[in-house]
């Protein structure tokens, strides 16, 4: 692929902002976890940099790691502490962060690859640090879509494969759950949305019903690990 074809194709143009929207999701992907003044953030993947601006905002030192060539051009610009990702595994900043971040970035790792990655996002946080991860939920056929979408993405994640990984590290899950969909405030928008949430909701129950599922059907999920 091309430099910069990826953001492109993703249609990331506004860097390092967000949206009311966007602040709602990250409120709720975040929910049991402290964001505050002088909180170390790493986003590792951190694409338009929509949840560093967030985390910003809340007064988190925030740092990052990608490797499309705009979206680092554009942390660069806006002075975004930028680390490679070679830099990550060589140790030199092991323990250092309070929240590790991966958004919508493991499943571009190759399988062969989960527990090398899992071991840097491990190793840069801090002992009784949190580690947050969203991924298209593969353990449902509602995560097809998000999962196939995107021809970069390589491994199909599911919790059992993530506890397996787990296992070979000091780390436990301490939440996993749907990811959020905001119904924003939009007069138009709002009761489309609401309408849809709770028709899926009927549905996704009815399926966990029928077929004694115990993980969430959403298309996406976001897991804590401690």
Same mark, same amino acid.
């Given at each position: 692929m ?5 953001s ?14 966007e ?24 694409g338009?940099g ?8 809340k007064?988190?030192e925030?740092? *990052? ?5 705009? &979206? %680092? ?6 002075? /975004?502490?930028?680390?490679? =990702?070679? $830099? ?6 092991a ?25 840097m ?5 801090k ?17 097809l879509?998000?999962?196939? *979408?995107?021809?970069?993405h390589l491994? &199909? %994640?599911?919790k059992?494969?993530?506890?397996? /990984?787990f296992?070979?590290? =000091?780390? $436990?899950i301490?939440?996993y ?5 905001p ?5 138009l928008?709002?009761p ?7 028709l ?12 004694s ?12 690990a401690?």
């Amino acid at each position: 692929m091309r430099s910069n074809q990826y953001s492109s194709w993703k249609n990331w143009n506004n860097y390092f902002q967000y949206s009311t929207d966007e602040s709602r999701i990250f409120e709720r992907e975040f929910r049991d976890l402290v964001i505050a003044t002088g909180t170390r953030i790493l986003e590792v993947g951190f694409g338009a940099g929509a949840f560093l601006a967030w985390a910003a905002n809340k007064g988190a030192e925030i740092s *990052g790691s990608e490797v499309d060539g705009a &979206a %680092i051009d554009a942390a660069r610009k806006d002075g /975004i502490r930028l680390y490679a =990702p070679n $830099e990550l595994s060589s140790g030199s900043h092991a323990g250092y962060f309070d929240i590790v971040v991966a958004r919508d970035v493991i499943e571009h790792v190759r399988p062969d690859e989960l527990s090398t990655f899992v071991q840097m996002l491990c190793e840069v946080c801090k002992p009784g640090g949190h580690i947050l991860l969203r991924f298209p939920n593969s353990q449902s056929p509602f995560g097809l879509s998000p999962q196939h *979408g995107d021809f970069t993405h390589l491994s &199909a %994640i599911s919790k059992g494969k993530l506890e397996f /990984i787990f296992d070979q590290f =000091p780390l $436990e899950i301490v939440s996993y759950r749907a990811a959020p969909i905001p119904l924003g405030l939009h007069p138009l928008k709002f009761p489309v949305r609401l309408v849809k949430r709770i028709l899926r909701s009927v549905l996704e129950a009815s399926i966990s019903f029928a077929y004694s599922f115990g993980t969430p059907l959403s298309s996406n999920v976001v897991l804590v690990a401690r």
